[in-house]
């Protein structure tokens, strides 16, 4: 089952870096990177996945928190307001995963009269804490009216 939230603009402060992976589900090197460099251990809440594609066969990964641009830290992006479809997930099997993707693209989103919009990245929000098993996260799909 999914929801349609609107949210408000953001900025995202944390890490970046270039995957050369063409799925974009994965970026487990830049994952890994991420908690080598210690950028894990500056994050006060919820962790955020963001991924573009340059079209050049890399991927843009940023990992980070939101926070607002009054907060004096070094922000790395910023998502304007928009519509997204979201998604609870509470496993981060990279089969089962890839194929909630394909279902919200090629099946919720068509049935919906909704279309991904592709000037914005995917959003992954994933708790501080995931250690627990089968935690719970979410897929953030921006969208908007076909």
């Known amino acids: 089952s999914f929801q349609i939230v609107n949210d408000v603009s953001f ?14 589900c994965c970026c487990e090197q830049v994952w890994n990177d991420f908690y080598e460099s210690g950028a894990d251990k500056d994050l006060s809440g919820d962790k955020l996945y963001v991924s573009y594609h340059n079209g050049q066969g890399k991927v843009k990964c940023y990992i980070g ?15 304007p307001e928009c519509q997204w479809l ?16 394909n279902v919200i693209l090629y099946d919720i989103l068509p049935s919906t009269g909704l279309k991904r919009r592709i000037d914005l990245p995917t959003v992954e929000v ?9 935690f719970e996260w979410e897929i953030r799909i921006p969208i908007e009216k076909e």
Do not use: H, W
Not at 88 to 98: A, L, P
């Open 11 to 24: 900025e995202i402060k944390g890490y970046c870096a270039y995957s050369d992976q063409t799925d974009t």
């Open 65 to 79: 928190e939101r926070t607002s641009a009054a907060d004096d830290l070094p922000l790395i992006d910023s998502i």
């Open 86 to 101: 979201t998604v609870k997930m509470n496993t981060t099997d990279d089969e089962i995963v890839n194929k909630k993707y």
């Open 126 to 134: 994933f708790p501080l804490d995931m250690t627990e098993e089968n």
